[in-house]
C-alpha cells in the first residue's frame, strides 16, 4: 500500500516561511514527477509546483520566485519551500505522486495539509 505523508503546514504572518514536505512508502514503483498543489473551494486542484525525476522544475505564476520544489530521491521525498507567504496562499496544500510500477502510472495523493497566512 503506497502513502504519501506530509507534515509542515501551519498558520503564519504575512511575509513569513514555511516548509512542506511529503515522504512516501509502499511499493510505487519508480517515481515520475513529483508535485504540490492546492485545492480552492468548489474548483479542482491546481499545480502550484512540480519537479521530475530528471530535477526539471515548473511553477505556478503566481508562486514564482517565492516557493522552491526540491526532491531527494533516495528518500523518496519531496519538500516545498515556502517564502515571502501572502494571503492569498492560504489554502489546503496537497503532495502528488506519479508512479509507475509494471508499465501502469499512478497518481497518489497525500492528505493534505493547511497552510493559513494572515495579513
Known amino acids: 500500500q503506497v502513502q504519501l505523508v506530509e507534515s509542515g503546514g501551519g498558520s503564519v504572518q504575512a511575509g513569513g516561511s514555511l516548509r512542506l514536505s511529503c515522504a512516501v512508502s509502499?511499493?510505487?514503483?519508480?517515481?515520475?514527477?513529483m508535485g504540490w498543489y492546492r485545492e480552492i473551494a468548489g474548483k479542482q486542484r491546481e499545480l502550484v509546483a512540480e519537479i521530475t525525476s530528471e530535477g526539471d522544475r515548473t511553477y505556478e505564476d503566481s508562486v514564482k520566485g517565492r516557493f522552491t520544489i526540491s526532491r531527494d530521491n533516495a528518500k523518496n521525498s519531496v519538500d516545498l519551500q515556502m517564502d515571502g507567504l501572502k494571503a492569498e496562499d492560504t489554502d489546503v496544500y496537497f503532495c502528488?505522486?506519479?508512479?509507475?510500477?509494471?508499465?501502469?502510472?499512478?497518481?497518489?495523493w497525500g492528505q493534505g495539509t493547511q497552510v493559513t497566512v494572515s495579513s
Open positions: 502528488g505522486v506519479l508512479g509507475i510500477r509494471y508499465g501502469v502510472r499512478t497518481l497518489y
Open positions: 509502499g511499493s510505487i514503483g519508480s517515481i515520475s514527477t
